[in-house]
T-cell receptor, first 116, second 114 residues
Framework: ETGVTQTPRHLVMGMTNKKSLKCEQH?????MYWYKQSAKKPLELMFV???????ENNSVPSRFSPECPNSSHLFLHLHTLQPEDSALYLC???????????????FGPGTRLTVL | KQEVTQIPAALSVPEGENLVLNCSFT??????LQWFRQDPGKGLTSLLL?????REQTSGRLNASLDKSSGRSTLYIAASQPGDSATYLC?????????????FGKGTKLSVKP
């Protein structure tokens, strides 16, 4: 596989469920990102990891919990979500560097999440 | 606070037409600007990246320009094709801002009719 992959592609969950989104990048990058894309809104950055360290949490509610076990994998753990959390969740990666992650970002296909 | 605006929100053109998509940003202290394409329900495909020191970038039928001082970028698509139909997103990253924080516009939805 090449590029950035995300699983599952579609997920339907109840408000009391716990689920996880997975992202994997095969580009040799060191920075990974989670974005949320809701209808009629611009893409919003949620989290940034650079060399496995979280460098950005964009005021995301604690019901979203990221995990980055290594530079190739990124997870988003979900629990007690609300219907308004239904959105397309996109993962991205970039080269990154010590202290800087301004490089070009490459995106995965996204997970379409529906919370009932 | 950086804000990115894209106009028009939607655009419909006949096949073969040349077209321009516009992007404006409020804070000119950007590190780079990136244009993406998004097909319905899909992720983003990077089209062009312009560093703040550059004026334009070209890839095939696409040309992106950047006027940092006026806070504007344009994406020019030559000889449009039905396969160009998608939403085009503009995003900037700021100096001194949060690491990796790309700020996106809402996009321009392009429809190219055969």
């Amino acid at each position: 596989e090449t590029g950035v992959t995300q699983t599952p592609r579609h997920l339907v969950m109840g408000m009391t469920n716990k689920k996880s989104l997975k992202c994997e990048q095969h580009l040799g990058h060191n920075a990974m990102y989670w974005y949320k894309q809701s209808a009629k809104k611009p893409l919003e950055l949620m989290f940034v990891y650079n060399f496995k360290e979280q460098t950005e949490n964009n005021s995301v509610p604690s019901r979203f919990s990221p995990e980055c076990p290594n530079s190739s994998h990124l997870f988003l753990h979900l629990h007690t979500l609300q219907p308004e959390d239904s959105a397309l969740y996109l993962c991205a990666s970039s080269q990154g560097a010590s202290g800087v992650v301004y490089n070009e970002q490459f995106f995965g296909p996204g997970t379409r999440l529906t919370v009932l | 606070k950086q804000e990115v605006t894209q106009i028009p929100a939607a655009l419909s053109v006949p096949e073969g037409e040349n077209l321009v998509l516009n992007c404006s940003f409020t804070d000119s202290a950007i590190y780079n600007l990136q244009w993406f394409r998004q097909d319905p329900g899909k992720g983003l495909t990077s089209l062009l990246l312009i560093q703040s020191s550059q004026r334009e970038q070209t890839s095939g039928r696409l040309n992106a320009s950047l006027d940092k001082s006026s806070g504007r970028s344009t994406l020019y698509i030559a000889a449009s094709q039905p396969g160009d139909s998608a939403t085009y997103l503009c995003a900037v990253s700021n100096y001194g801002g949060s690491q990796g924080n790309l700020i996106f516009g809402k996009g321009t939805k392009l429809s190219v009719k055969p």
